[in-house]
């Protein structure tokens, strides 16, 4: 079992950026590729972009141009930097394996972009 930890979200004006994080407690973390989800209100949790364990990464067309995610795998991290933040991207911000593992999802983290 992992245990996942989200932190960095906040309120940010359109054309901002934040950066999250995500610390996974758990040795599995370094043997399975990671995501960043999320989910706005009254819609399904969707992925958004995903690591593989040899940091290859992929996005979805939302997002691609204005994120960036990556691992480090020595410290069981895993970030998404987001620029160009739009106010459709606000939503709670979840990360989690790729496929879905058997692990808990955490608290996530709140991103609100508004002026």
């Known amino acids: 079992q992992v245990q996942l930890v989200e932190s960095g979200g906040g309120l940010v004006q359109p054309g901002g950026s934040l950066r999250l994080s995500c610390v996974a407690r758990g040795s599995a973390f370094s043997f399975a590729a990671m995501g960043w989800y999320r989910q706005a209100p009254g819609k399904q949790r969707e992925l958004v972009a995903s690591?593989?364990?040899?940091?290859?990464?992929n996005y979805a067309d939302s997002v691609r141009g204005r994120f960036t995610i990556s691992r480090d795998n020595a410290r069981n991290t895993v970030s998404l930097q987001m620029n160009s933040l739009k106010p459709e991207d606000t939503a709670a911000y979840y990360c989690?394996?790729?496929?879905?593992?058997?692990?808990?999802w955490g608290q996530g983290t709140q991103v609100t972009v508004s002026s």
């Open positions: 690591i593989t364990t040899n940091h290859s990464p």
């Open positions: 989690n394996a790729d496929p879905l593992r058997n692990w808990s």
